[in-house]
């Protein structure tokens, strides 16, 4: 509106009014529900089709979708459930010395 950008005020008390019409931005009362937080020369109007380059900003919650190319890097948060395969990261506690055969049973500490 008037070439400002607004965005809805993140306060759960005022965040209710942004959907109404007095609250808009062009509303009397509009600074109780809206921040200014940007300046805006040019066309306001949508882009018809999506942009070719990724946003260089992250988004805030993951792709519901997999990736077709995962990352070689740990994820820093643990998946939702485990995978089949043991890992191919050290244990934080190794022994002194490699068995010759692999036993049947932990070892104790």
Do not use: R
């Not at 921040?35 to 070719?52: H, L, Q, R």
């Not at 994820?75 to 459930?81: N, T, V």
């Amino acid at each position: 509106y008037n070439n400002y950008v607004f965005e809805c005020k993140s306060d759960i008390h005022y965040s209710k009014f942004c959907k109404q019409a007095a609250y808009s931005p062009s509303g009397i009362y509009w600074s109780l529900a809206w921040n200014k937080i940007a300046w805006c020369e040019g066309t306001m109007a949508p882009t018809s089709t999506p942009s070719a380059e990724p946003s260089l900003t992250p988004s805030a919650e993951p792709s519901l979708k997999p990736s077709a190319s995962p990352s070689d890097e740990p994820s820093l948060k643990p998946s939702a459930s485990p995978s089949d395969e043991p890992s191919l990261k050290p244990s934080a506690e190794p022994s002194l010395k490699p068995s010759a055969e692999p036993s049947l049973e932990p070892s104790l500490k």
